[in-house]
């Protein structure tokens, strides 16, 4: 029998709980990457794709690839914790992968698989895959992927209590997959960096060099995370070319290698802005917001109601001095799992809008919102 399968806006909200939008391009100021979480796909009862002579499962290379890439961070940078998800051949349920993440205030996340074509052996290559909406008019979300999406999201039926923890998501039912229309991961543009380093280095450097490209999809292991995440398919364990790469040591550990070099050129990208960020602000040369700070909370919140931009949510508290938020002072709105973060906030609401048409110059994705007590809601 289907598990029956809340409202999309009961479900929604339970969802928006977990993934609230926050805007990637202004983060990258207060970034310092020293602990990374790799997720080697499967295991334990849920084997992954098979090969077709039953010789090869997917929950295999995964960790052996995981292991390698793990060593090679631990060797290439002695101060940063690359930790795994699971380092046996044990099943982890998918919000424990996220939560294990989450729990150690993970600055990244890689979950490793391997792909695979239903009734075929054409298909072949590598992809990158994070959660979020698409940029592009009129592409759905998920339908180039919908389903590989619905292959990797199906292993949540192994577990007796699913419809519980994934708020009734059925992996199998197009309807779910609405909802994911809805969010957008709160660190889209840092995934979305990753995943473009991945993609680089794995074609010129790994054994399996054709590129399927980056895409965004409703993946269930990613849009629990507070930080951000990518999905990396490392071939076809149906296409006999991949499949004879993946069963040699040299080609998991070309792969291996491929993901080390592109979390190296990540970790250089953003480590230097954040150094040069704080150097500056303690040197009091750091450049000064487009506009004069707003006030501090405790004088704007004593009526009750304030507009603002909300302009980050994340499950880790902030200093009100980090070199984020430009110089502004934030209000801090505490929720169960995130905290929202609104700046340019004002009792006026015309004021809070005129703030926000300059905020949106260095926060893209941020947007206004109307905050009572600690109700935070999203205006036009």
């Known amino acids: 029998m289907k598990p029956h399968l809340p409202s999309i806006a009961a479900a929604f909200a339970g969802l928006l709980s977990l993934a609230t939008p926050v805007p990637a391009q202004?983060?990258?100021?207060?970034?310092?990457?020293?602990?990374?979480?790799?997720?080697?796909?499967h295991g334990g009862h849920?084997?992954?794709?098979i090969s077709r002579d039953k010789k090869t499962y997917e929950k295999t290379i995964a960790l052996d690839i995981a292991d390698r890439l793990a060593g090679k961070i631990r060797k290439a940078h002695p101060d940063v914790k690359a930790l795994m998800t699971r380092s046996d051949d044990r099943y982890i349920p998918l919000d424990e992968r996220a939560g294990f993440a989450n729990n150690h205030d993970a600055d990244l996340f890689i979950s490793v698989h391997i792909n695979a074509?239903?009734?075929?052996?054409?298909?072949?290559?590598?992809?990158?895959?994070?959660?979020?909406?698409?940029?592009r008019k009129g592409n759905d979300l998920f339908s180039k992927n919908l389903e590989l999406c619905k292959r990797e999201n199906s292993v949540i039926l192994l577990e007796d209590d699913y419809t519980?923890?994934?708020q009734g998501f059925d992996p199998n039912d197009p309807q779910s997959y609405i909802l994911f229309n809805l969010i957008q991961n709160s660190n889209l543009e840092r995934s979305l960096t990753f995943a473009g380093e991945v993609d680089a280095a794995m074609r010129e450097e790994s054994s399996i060099t054709?590129?399927?490209?980056?895409?965004?999809?409703?993946?269930?292991?990613?849009?629990?995370?507070?930080?951000?995440?990518?999905l990396v398919e490392c071939g076809f364990m149906s296409n006999p070319s991949d499949l004879a790469t993946l069963r040699t040591p040299e080609g998991r550990d070309a792969i291996a290698q491929a993901v080390a070099d592109a979390f190296t050129n990540y970790k250089k990208k953003y480590d230097g802005v954040a150094v040069r960020k704080e150097e500056t602000a303690a040197t009091g040369t750091a450049d000064a917001p487009a506009t004069t700070p707003a006030p501090a909370p405790e004088t704007v919140r004593k009526d009750g109601v304030l507009?603002?931009?909300?302009?980050?949510?994340?499950?880790?508290?902030m200093s009100p001095k980090d070199p984020f938020f430009a110089g502004?002072?934030?209000?801090?709105?505490?929720?169960?799992?995130?905290?929202?973060?609104?700046?340019?906030?004002?009792?006026?609401?015309?004021?809070?809008?005129r703030l926000n048409r300059e905020?949106?110059?260095?926060?893209e994705d941020s947007f206004l919102v109307r905050i009572e007590g600690d109700s935070v809601t999203r205006i036009q």
């Open 26 to 41: 202004a983060q990258e100021n207060a970034v310092r990457v020293l602990t990374v979480v790799i997720d080697p796909g």
């Open 46 to 49: 849920d084997a992954g794709c």
């Open 117 to 135: 074509q239903d009734g075929g052996t054409s298909a072949h290559g590598y992809s990158i895959h994070c959660l979020g909406q698409s940029s």
């Open 164 to 166: 519980t923890k994934y």
């Open 210 to 230: 054709y590129s399927r490209g980056v895409s965004q999809d409703p993946f269930l292991v990613l849009w629990r995370t507070t930080m951000p995440a990518v």
């Open 307 to 317: 507009y603002g931009t909300q302009v980050l949510a994340t499950g880790k508290t």
């Open 328 to 353: 502004y002072v934030p209000v801090e709105i505490k929720g169960t799992r995130l905290n929202k973060y609104v700046i340019g906030h004002s009792t006026d609401e015309a004021e809070a809008r």
């Open 359 to 363: 905020i949106r110059k260095k926060f």
